[in-house]
Every structure is written in structure tokens, then in C-alpha cells.
């Protein structure tokens, strides 16, 4: 029975631990390659579901020899791209990356990213934690 117990605890507790990054991604997505290019950009919208600031620090895929968190900024009146190396989201917050702000930039794409193409993401945050997701290619056209 002391046994029991103790293994009942121990796997009430596992999920918590495995939950321990409470974000929520949605409509996460990839430009179709511009021939020609080989650079691309991937977008999605993430959400802060927690009690505490959650800082994404970094981004990972399989996809392109490099990828960065960047954004759009406005610079003597030209639009230009800046690596972010920290984006903090307060509890409760939602950024939408999208074309014109927030990007997750690929460089080095190594398939061209065709329509309907699914592309796997995972992004790191300060606490050590990960989250990892699925985007797909859509039409620029
Ligand atoms: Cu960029």
C-alpha cells in the first residue's frame, strides 16, 4: 500500500513538470520560397497562459542552416530587419508574428518550402524550458 502510494505521487507529479512552459501557440505558418532565395520566414502567434513573464531567447529547426528571432523596424524612414535576442511576454500576453513585425528569420533554407509543406519549429525560453510545433507552407500568391 506505501508503495502504491508512492508511485501514485510520483506520476501525479510527472505532468506538472512536463508542463512547465504554459504557452499556446496557434496558426503557425511559413512563406512559400521566393525562387531564387534562400532565405525564409516563419510566423505564428504565441500566448502567455501562465502566472509568470516568459522569455523566448531562441529558436531552433531542422529546415535552414540558421534561424533568428527578428523584427521589422523603421530606420531613417526604411524598413529593416534587427535580431531579437530576448522577447518577453507578460502572463496573459499574445504576440502575433506576422509579415511586417515579428519573424522567425531562416537563412540557408535547405528544400525550397513548397504550399502544404509542414515545417517544425521549437523555440527556447530563459527558464531552460521548450516548446516545439508544426507550421505549414502557405501561398504568397
Ligand atoms: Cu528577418
Not at 511576454?89 to 533554407?109: D, K, R
Request: net charge negative; hydrophobic share 45%.
Amino acid at each position: 500500500m506505501r508503495v502504491f502510494r508512492k508511485l501514485l505521487i510520483v506520476c501525479l507529479l510527472l505532468p506538472i513538470q512536463l508542463l512547465a512552459a504554459e504557452v499556446e501557440i496557434a496558426n503557425a505558418w511559413v512563406k512559400e520560397s521566393i525562387p531564387g532565395t534562400e532565405n525564409g520566414a516563419g510566423y505564428f502567434t504565441i500566448s502567455n497562459t501562465g502566472s509568470s513573464v516568459i522569455s523566448i531567447v531562441g529558436a531552433a529547426t531542422d529546415a535552414s542552416r540558421a534561424i533568428e528571432v527578428h523584427q521589422h523596424v523603421m530606420r531613417d524612414g526604411m524598413m529593416r530587419m534587427r535580431r531579437v535576442p530576448e522577447l518577453a511576454l507578460e502572463p496573459g500576453e499574445t504576440i502575433v508574428f506576422q509579415p511586417g513585425g515579428y519573424h522567425l528569420m531562416m537563412f540557408g533554407v535547405k528544400n525550397a518550402f513548397k504550399p502544404g509543406d509542414q515545417v517544425e519549429f521549437t523555440l527556447h525560453f530563459s527558464d531552460g524550458d521548450s516548446v516545439s510545433f508544426d507550421a505549414e507552407v502557405r501561398s504568397i500568391r
